[in-house]
């Protein structure tokens, strides 16, 4: 069985370097970039289809759905990490979001500290294990639209067996970076073990 994990297309907030909400839509080149990969998906046989609902995310689904004849179905479970909402919109060069970073980073070892609004990195780690166990749950072979923070925590979680330190977080962040639309593998072997085959495929762009 494996489960290809796909980060969402571009957006104007990627280009940007904006905080994103909820509502942030696709631009014409992440629609384009939805487009290749539902037409490389439509190659592979899964028979499940999610996706967060978070439109960004959602949107990428639903080319992928109109490709290959899947049914969707939309998951909170898989949404991106929020930022505080008073951040939304600003650049992450601003300093109101470079404050919650440094504050974010000296605390991250403190699995419920919060700066304001946001969700703590025990909600985040607790929703990250649940989702990645929901995946794994599927019958058969899947494709699960997310984000890329938030893949990159649920492939930490794996990888570590949910021990992850705020330090290895950090870092993960800096430098484990996914492109819009890659697509990462998890598979799982003839004696029930999950691996992970490959990260950021993202061939289908060219």
Same mark, same amino acid.
């Given at each position: ?17 904006? =905080? ?52 969707? =179905? ?65 019958? *058969?072979?899947? =494709?699960? =639209? ?10 930490? *979680? ?49």
């Amino acid at each position: 069985m494996r489960i290809y994990f796909v980060r969402h297309g571009l957006t104007r907030s990627n280009i940007e370097g904006l =905080v994103q909400d909820m509502h942030d839509t696709l631009t014409e080149k992440g629609m384009r970039q939805g487009e290749m990969l539902a037409q490389r998906l439509a190659g592979v046989n899964f028979t499940t289809l999610v996706s967060s609902d978070m439109q960004r995310a959602r949107t990428t689904a639903e080319i992928i759905a109109k490709e290959t004849g899947h049914t969707l =179905v939309l998951s909170d479970l898989f949404r991106e990490f929020q930022y505080p909402n008073s951040l939304v919109g600003l650049a992450f060069t601003d300093p109101k979001v470079e404050e919650y970073r440094l504050a974010h980073a000296a605390n991250s070892n403190d699995l419920d500290w919060k700066f304001e609004d946001e969700q703590s990195l025990r909600e985040l780690r607790e929703r990250a294990k649940t989702a990645l166990e929901f995946a794994k749950a599927q019958p *058969m072979d899947a =494709v699960v =639209v997310s984000h890329g923070r938030f893949l990159r925590h649920m492939i930490l *979680m794996h990888l570590f067996d949910g021990h992850i330190t705020g330090e290895q977080e950090q870092e993960a962040n800096r430098r484990f970076l996914s492109s819009n639309t890659g697509i990462t593998v998890f598979e799982k072997d003839a004696k029930d073990a999950w691996r992970l085959l490959s990260w950021n495929d993202h061939a289908h762009l060219g």
